[in-house]
């Protein structure tokens, strides 16, 4: 089938790819030129495990192409993908529109055969209902072009993974027609077995959105339990492991430490609560707030314990921060926890250097105060606390007993629970962690 992909920030570039991947004609659009002229020679616009790989397939097998033009879109698909970002409003809780709604208003006018608008990005319930009757109306193939919604659950780190063997494929749709073109589209995910669940345009956008807010719940929730751990002298992974051997609850997502971030999360609790408001059923949804909170004081404890470990105070000290990703395998530091954290200290006196494998480059561009080193080791000369913040797997390989040669003073902050404290302890070092005892 000849699709349109609109809009590729990440779920547009690893949607357009994938969709070539299996088999159909694919056209990328952006309004941004620049994007396009590096997607089109075959360079991922961030790091993704496997992207760059299937995008250099795709375009040498001429299946896959971008272009800036909204109308060859039309011209060209007879289904268009919406793609692009529904961030967080400045200064308010709710989702900024204004990105999906000039698509639609953009692409609109140009539809004048049988085609279907299929929505992915994470919006409001309601949304896609509003979409759809202005798609009816600035159309000139008027009914003829119809909409649904099809909600991703892709995550950084396994995007390709996640949009070629999903674990399960979710549509809202409003017409026989709108479920032959998505099976269609999806034929090859679909043989493998992936569950296929065709609803109604609210329940699709708020599948999407009740995921997201479990996942975070279930973060918060160990992340509360560990609070108590600490208080305690009890084992938060442990517990967790434990946890998680019943099926009913499930090991994922249990892993306390400095909580969520990303583009995700936070942004998409955030917008349903006030879309809840909005309904009338804000107190509903209460408990979220609960949940935010929980995430964000997880970086003021952070900061917190590192200070303690400094001696009371950032004033003349060195903190190596390991980690700048919002979690490991990505260079993405959208509302990162680590940055966030090193952000605060540096704010709170200290010297602060950092490092990350894949996102010095955003966090630089993020973050320009810091001061970021190509080597972990470089980050922790001289450190008077090292705080492990983001778990790449290079930082478990770490030798403590080296490290310890490097830094001022051996302490170190485990903000994810996975170094083996119990060797870096007998290396020398004072350890901490978040709700974790020393193993
Ligand atoms: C998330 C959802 O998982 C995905 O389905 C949705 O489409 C987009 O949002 P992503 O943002 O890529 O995906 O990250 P995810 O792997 O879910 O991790 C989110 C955050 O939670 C990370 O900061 C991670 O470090 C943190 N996390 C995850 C924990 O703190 N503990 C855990 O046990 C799991």
Same mark, same amino acid.
């Given at each position: 089938m000849?699709?349109?992909?609109i809009?590729t920030?990440y779920l547009?570039?690893?949607?357009?790819?994938c969709m070539?991947d299996?088999g159909?004609?694919?056209?990328?659009?952006?309004?941004?030129?620049?994007?396009?002229?590096?997607?089109?020679d075959g360079?991922?616009?961030?790091?993704e495990?496997?992207l760059?790989e299937?995008?250099?397939?795709?375009?040498?097998?001429g299946?896959?192409?971008?272009?800036?033009?909204?109308?060859e879109?039309a011209?060209?698909?007879?289904?268009?993908?919406?793609?692009v970002?529904?961030?967080?409003?400045p200064?308010?809780?709710?989702?900024?529109?204004?990105h999906?709604?000039?698509v639609?208003?953009?692409l609109?006018?140009y539809?004048?055969?049988?085609?279907?608008?299929i929505g992915?990005?994470t919006?409001?319930?309601?949304t896609a209902a509003?979409?759809?009757a202005r798609v009816?109306e600035l159309?000139?193939?008027?009914a003829a072009?119809?909409l649904?919604?099809?909600?991703?659950?892709?995550?950084e780190? +396994?995007?390709v993974?996640?949009?070629?063997?999903p674990?399960?494929i979710?549509?809202g749709?409003?017409?026989?027609?709108?479920?032959v073109?998505l099976?269609a589209i999806y034929a090859?995910?679909?043989?493998?077995g992936?569950?296929?669940?065709t609803?109604?345009l609210?329940t699709?956008?708020l599948?999407?959105?009740?995921?997201n807010?479990?996942?975070?719940?279930?973060?918060? +929730?160990?992340?509360a339990?560990?609070?108590?751990?600490?208080a305690?002298?009890?084992d938060?992974?442990t517990l967790?492991?434990?946890?998680g051997?019943d099926t009913r609850?499930g090991?994922? +997502?249990?892993?306390a430490?400095l909580g969520f971030g990303?583009?995700?999360?936070?942004k998409d609790i955030?917008a349903?609560?006030?879309?809840?408001d909005?309904?009338g059923?804000?107190?509903?949804?209460?408990f979220?707030?609960?949940?935010?909170q929980i995430?964000?004081?997880r970086r003021?404890l952070?900061?917190?314990?590192a200070r303690?470990?400094?001696?009371?105070s950032f004033a003349g000290?060195?903190?190596?921060?390991?980690?700048a990703?919002f979690?490991?395998?990505t260079?993405?530091?959208?509302?990162?926890?680590a940055?966030?954290?090193?952000?605060?200290i540096r704010?709170?006196?200290?010297?602060v250097?950092v490092h990350?494998?894949?996102?010095?480059?955003?966090?630089?561009?993020?973050?320009p105060d810091l001061d970021?080193v190509e080597?972990?080791?470089?980050?922790c000369?001289?450190?008077?606390v090292v705080?492990?913040?983001?778990?790449w797997?290079e930082?478990?390989e770490?030798d403590?007993?080296?490290l310890?040669?490097?830094?001022?003073?051996p302490?170190?902050?485990?903000?994810?629970?996975?170094?083996?404290?119990?060797e870096?302890?007998?290396?020398g070092?004072t350890v901490?962690?978040?709700g974790?005892?020393?193993r």
């Open positions: 000849r699709i349109s992909v809009g920030g547009g570039a690893v949607h357009a790819a070539a299996i159909h004609e694919v056209l990328g659009v952006d309004t941004d030129a620049q994007k396009i002229a590096a997607l089109q360079h991922a616009p961030f790091f495990p496997g760059e299937i995008l250099v397939r795709a375009l040498g097998s299946k896959l192409r971008f272009s800036t033009s909204l109308q879109a011209g060209f698909a007879d289904a268009h993908f919406i793609c970002g529904t961030p967080q409003l200064g308010a809780a709710g989702a900024d529109l204004s999906i709604e000039a639609v208003d953009g609109a006018p539809l004048t055969r049988d085609c279907l608008v992915k990005s919006v409001p319930v309601g509003r979409l759809a009816a159309a000139p193939a008027g072009a119809g649904a919604w099809n909600p991703e659950f892709l995550r780190g +396994f995007a993974e996640d949009t070629l063997r674990d399960r979710v549509v749709i409003t017409s026989q027609t709108a479920d073109t099976r090859s995910v679909l043989e493998l992936t569950p296929y669940l609803t109604d609210p699709a956008e599948v999407k959105v009740a995921a807010a479990f996942l975070a719940t279930k973060i918060s +929730f160990i992340n339990v560990s609070n108590v751990c600490d305690a002298g009890a938060v992974m967790a492991d434990a946890l051997h609850i090991r994922r +997502f249990l892993s430490g990303g583009g995700c999360l936070s955030r349903f609560m006030a879309r809840a909005e309904l059923v804000g107190d509903s949804l209460q979220l707030r609960e949940v935010d995430n964000t004081g003021a952070a900061v917190e314990a303690d470990l400094a001696g009371g000290r060195n903190v190596a921060v390991l980690g990703a979690k490991p395998d260079d993405d530091v959208r509302d990162s926890p940055l966030d954290v090193a952000r605060t704010a709170q006196g200290a010297v250097r990350d494998p894949r996102a010095t480059y955003n966090a630089r561009r993020a973050c970021y080597e972990a080791v470089k980050a000369e001289a450190a008077d705080l492990h913040l983001t778990e797997r930082y478990r770490i403590p007993a080296e310890a040669s490097v830094v001022r003073t302490c170190l902050l485990d903000g994810r629970n996975v170094l083996p404290l119990g870096w302890q007998a290396a070092w901490r962690s978040l974790g005892a020393i």
